[in-house]
């Protein structure tokens, strides 16, 4: 079941929220929409959930609209996030599961087995309002997952969450994708994105600038960073053509070049200069990427 956007405009008036947006979203993966704020993620995703409406284009699952009759395959946690702060955190859940087509026995299990896995399961019975907006954010992603959605849409999930509660919530996703739901998150962290997806889309100004598959941006992009530890200055590497950035680190420099040929031909530059402790060749970083396209870093 595959989720396509097809040449999808959204207009708030004269302002233009969401620009000719083409992508397609494979089944059972997990799909990162990166961008800064106001780039369009959110408003993209109330488009695919059929809770916006498109000015231009066509948005599909497994060839149909997203509506009421396919509610229950679709789980989603909203950017706004909000919980009925007086029920107690079993009623609430339960009753968003029984609107989505679960019977209340299982609904309590299934929450029972992940609030153990969230590692709170003493917060079955108590009122949403005593939990910390963390706590709160847990609640509500198990909400939107307790009854196994085919289609999962999560905005930020991993704001406002502290370094061990964005671990649990990572590898509840990877398992979601594991079980064969297919997941499509935003974030600002290109670091998330990294991590979980192999499919991405960054978002600049509406305009989707890079999207695809992972693996392939990087290749197409190209340029690869060489990390050099030296106890000798480097700075005659700086102006060698094929070297695109050189950043003077305590230790050496980090260096961005144009493809790995000049990896060696710098090494051989190095030799007999002095110690040199570490050369490295890594990968550009989504960040890398992100710049290029963009102008900006978000870090
Ligand atoms: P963030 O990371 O801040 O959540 P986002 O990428 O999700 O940003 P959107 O919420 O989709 O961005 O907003 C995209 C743009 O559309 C913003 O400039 C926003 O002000 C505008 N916008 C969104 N909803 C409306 C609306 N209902 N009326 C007018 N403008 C809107």
């Known amino acids: 079941m595959v989720l396509k956007i097809e040449s999808v ?4 008036g004269h302002f233009t929220a969401v620009s000719n947006l083409t992508l397609t979203i494979p089944e059972g993966e997990i799909f990162g929409f990166l961008g800064a704020n106001g780039a ?6 109330r488009m695919i959930l059929g809770l916006l409406d498109s000015n231009e284009g066509k948005i599909s699952w497994d060839g149909q609209p997203i509506n009421y009759s396919t509610s229950h395959l679709i789980g989603y946690l909203p950017e706004e996030r909000g919980l009925y702060p007086k029920l107690k955190v079993s009623e609430q859940v339960v009753y968003l599961a029984r609107l989505r087509g679960m019977n209340k026995k299982d609904a309590l299990k299934e929450l029972a087995h992940w609030l153990d896995r969230f590692k709170v399961p003493e917060y079955m019975n108590k009122k949403v309002e005593e939990l910390s907006k963390g706590n709160q954010q847990k609640i509500q992603f198990i909400s939107a997952i307790l009854h196994k959605p085919k289609l999962l849409i999560l905005d930020e999930p991993f704001s406002g969450l502290d370094p061990v509660n964005v671990e649990l919530l990572k590898e509840a996703v990877i398992d979601l994708k594991r ?4 997941i499509v998150f935003s974030s600002h962290r290109m670091e998330h994105v990294e991590e979980l997806c192999e499919f991405l889309c960054i978002m600049h100004k509406g305009k989707p600038v890079v999207h695809g598959e992972l693996k392939g941006i990087k290749r197409n992009f190209g340029k690869k960073n060489l990390i050099i ?9 700086k102006n060698q053509s094929g070297v695109t950035k050189f950043k003077t680190t305590v230790e050496g420099a980090n260096i961005q070049i144009e ?3 000049m990896a060696q031909r710098i090494l051989k530059d190095l030799v ?24 900006a870093s978000y870090e």
């Open 9 to 12: 405009t959204k207009r708030f």
């Open 40 to 45: 369009g993620k959110t408003t993209t995703f």
């Open 179 to 182: 079980n064969g739901t297919t």
């Open 229 to 237: 530890h030296a106890d000798f200055p480097l700075d005659f590497i």
């Open 259 to 261: 493809n790995e040929d």
């Open 272 to 295: 007999g200069k002095g110690v040199i402790r570490k050369f490295a060749l890594e990968e550009s970083s989504l960040n890398d990427i992100f710049i290029e396209k963009v102008g």
